[in-house]
């Protein structure tokens, strides 16, 4: 894709100086309350449902959607917005009340910690390969994202706009951890708000109308005659097919992202009351309402205007640089690279609480006797947080090699989601899963995943399968922990509770009753 010379004039740099200023002095700020481990990856547990709602929704969104979310509706139309109608809401409002609360009362720091206390050390250690490698991959992905929209509006070389990004976050999140990394989520979500909102009424604004935009693109020809339907046919040449979606996004993808995403759920684990835990998930759900018309109006509008663009992801970069005027620029400008912070920050200190959480501290406990420090895991967070993002920054150029963002990171995702729903539904709900089945449960999902994203195409009514494999990998894996688990001997009791939901109740009426008789 080539690209112009910068469009940005003084007004905007001002704009854009002053909120990257504002984000460093905030990390700078919140550094002071950051004097243990505990503090810099789970903020103490200090964090009320207000801040966690709004960072769980920057964080999800974030640069991502602004520019892959985008290009993903330019190329295949309205029914990318099901990613967030569909496939959010619902799975917020089912993960509040069913696994939020074992989350929140266990204590634990991570999903692979919270499944190795149900399933052991085997299930746990396989989680966290699973889910670093991920996070390290979506860094990479986020990165590139940067380097897409930076190259696009202000002509600069792609490495540069990856290791400008680099630089910043990496400052932040390594002063202030979790805490800062909430709090600047905060700010971050109100300016791409409103950055979003100005860049969709400015499209629509230069299309006409809503209606202009619906004439203009289906008049095109038969090809675009699905363009504006939500759920298309199973034969429509997309990777969204109405199956694929109801089934792989509606019922595995969505609750598994948000039931098991570390970057998602270590705020939950941070909150500071079990209620602030289930009202963060829910206001999370309320504000997902409002992503589809901030991200993916934008995307349509991009269609009728420039409707030969090469890179669909360069959909909302080429808005901002042809359409914004001096100032208005520099908002849409901050606020896309508030969303790409956000996320890149997220999964930046998501990936080094489970690090040290899940890979050192075992290692160093099994090594030497006895747990490393606090101090010395602060010490070691602070510099694996460096690491893993300049880690990233280096890895991030492999990304161009997908059809599209979107593409890479739902691939990335049906390869272990479908297999990590199903032992995690299957521990918390059904106390006879055992260690033997959750973790030939996820090995078996995980190569059932790989062996069907390769020959998919074969298979399923979609060029890029990643719904489907999601879908029929967590069918095989859930198959697989109940097949094991009633061949093999039931886990104890004692090992079950507050892990099950049916000794968690049981322990709950328990707990009332003897403030009854006490009251008495």
């Known amino acids: 894709m080539e690209t112009t010379g910068s469009n940005l004039i003084f007004l905007d740099a001002l704009v854009i100086f002053f909120y990257l200023g504002a984000t460093l002095a905030l990390g700078a700020y919140f550094s002071r309350y950051v004097k243990s481990s505990g503090d810099f990856l789970l903020a103490g547990k200090s964090l009320p449902f207000w801040a966690i709602g709004m960072s769980i929704v920057v964080s999800d969104i974030g640069a991502i959607d602004m520019v892959s979310g985008a290009g993903a509706a330019y190329r295949f139309g309205l029914a990318q917005a099901n990613f967030d109608w569909l496939g959010s809401m619902p799975a917020l409002v089912f993960v509040a009340f069913v696994f939020v ?271 490393p420090s606090d101090r010395h895991c602060l010490f070691l967070g602070r510099g694996l947080t460096l690491g893993l993002i300049v880690l990233a920054g280096a890895a991030a150029p492999f990304v161009d090699r997908f059809t599209t963002i979107y593409v890479a990171i739902q691939t990335l995702f049906s390869l272990f989601q479908g297999p990590t729903l199903a032992v995690l539904l299957l521990g918390v709900l059904w106390p006879r899963a055992n260690h033997a089945g959750g973790f030939a449960g996820l090995l078996v999902g995980v190569l059932c995943a790989g062996l069907l994203n390769l020959t998919g195409k074969k298979l399923f009514p979609s060029e890029e399968p990643f719904l489907f494999v999601a879908f029929w990998s967590f069918l095989v894996s859930l198959g697989t922990v109940a097949a094991v688990s009633w061949l093999t001997p039931p886990p104890p009791e004692s090992s079950l509770r507050g892990l099950v939901w049916r000794f968690v109740a049981r322990d709950a009426e328990a707990q009332a009753l003897l403030r009854e008789q006490l009251e008495k």
Not at 120 to 149: D, E, H, P
Not at 254 to 268: K, L, P
Request: charged share 10%; glycine share 10%.
């Open 101 to 371: 609360p074992f989350y929140w009362r266990s204590g634990v720091y991570t999903l692979p910690e919270f499944l190795g206390r149900r399933y052991g050390r085997g299930v746990r250690g396989f989680q966290t390969i699973i889910w670093t490698g991920f996070m390290l991959s979506m860094l990479a992905v986020m990165l590139w994202t940067s380097a897409v929209f930076l190259g696009t509006v202000l002509g600069w070389p792609r490495q540069t706009a990856i290791w400008l990004t680099v630089a910043v976050v990496g400052v932040y999140t390594f002063a202030g951890g979790l805490t800062a990394v909430v709090m600047t989520d905060v700010i971050q979500m109100v300016i791409m708000f409103v950055g979003a909102g100005a860049l969709l009424g400015l499209s629509l604004w230069k299309v006409g109308s809503v209606s202009a935009l619906v004439h203009t693109i289906s008049s095109r020809g038969p090809e675009y005659a699905n363009y504006f339907r939500l759920l298309l046919p199973n034969d429509a040449p997309t990777p969204y097919p109405w199956s694929g979606i109801l089934f792989g996004l509606g019922v595995v993808l969505s609750t598994a992202y948000f039931s098991s995403n570390q970057a998602v759920i270590q705020r939950v684990f941070g909150a500071r009351s079990e209620w602030d835990a289930k009202a963060s998930v829910l206001l999370a759900a309320l504000f997902k309402l409002f992503i589809p018309v901030l991200i993916m109006g934008p995307g349509l509008a991009a269609a009728a205007l420039y409707p030969h663009l090469k890179d669909p992801d360069s959909a909302v970069p080429t808005l901002v640089r042809d359409l914004l005027p001096p100032g208005l620029t520099g908002l849409v400008f901050a606020a896309f690279f508030a969303a790409l912070m956000s996320s890149v920050d997220s999964y930046l200190n998501s990936s080094t609480t489970m690090l040290i959480t899940d890979a050192y501290r075992p290692a160093y406990g099994a090594l030497a006797g006895r747990p």
